[in-house]
């Protein structure tokens, strides 16, 4: 994400809300918005969230307000969300650009977990199992982009969002 940013001018990355406990380095209102499972769900309710899910036992999901304001700026706004998310968002906003970034093989995405070091064995299990069903929704997507070679894939996607630039 990091990259695609730094190749696009008019270009801000929402940030999510989630449930989970931060993570070392993560930092509230940059990395996310850390909101107790009630708050969270009190925002689901006042209709505050943009579109959200329950991924591995937590909840994510993308502060209505935040893209507003960036979309009424004229910035492109990228969501960095899971296909439940991701569907809620296209019937909302039939204009929005899904695109579905895939690993190269399930075995390069267990090294990648493992060489990260953020999840426990059974936490990198889990997301395996999520990525097989994540990876059978790929085809309700825009476009689809294999992660085998960051700087290509970025490259890529920084082409087709700039493809839709006004």
Not at 67 to 81: D, M, N, R, Y
Not at 100 to 119: A, Y
Not at 146 to 155: G, P, Q, R, Y
Request: with cysteine; net charge negative; charged share 30%.
């Amino acid at each position: 994400m990091a990259r695609i940013l730094s190749a696009l001018d008019d270009a801000w990355v929402s940030v999510s809300a989630t449930t989970r406990a931060p993570r070392p380095g993560e930092v509230e209102g940059v990395s996310y918005f850390f909101v107790s499972k009630e708050e969270f769900e009190r925002m689901i309710a006042d209709k505050m969230m943009l579109e959200w899910a329950c991924y591995n036992g937590n909840y994510y999901g993308t502060p209505l307000r935040y893209v507003q304001e960036h979309l009424e700026a004229g910035q492109q706004v990228i969501l960095e969300i899971e296909y439940q998310g991701a569907f809620q968002v296209k019937s909302k906003m039939p204009e929005a650009h899904l695109i579905f970034v895939e690993p190269p093989s399930l075995d390069e995405l267990r090294r990648r977990l493992i060489e990260r070091g953020t999840e426990n064995e059974e936490e990198i299990e889990r997301r395996i199992l999520t990525a097989k069903v994540e990876l059978s929704k790929k085809k309700e997507y825009d476009i689809t982009f294999v992660n085998d070679d960051l700087e290509n894939t970025a490259s890529a996607i920084v082409s087709y969002i700039n493809g839709f630039a006004d």
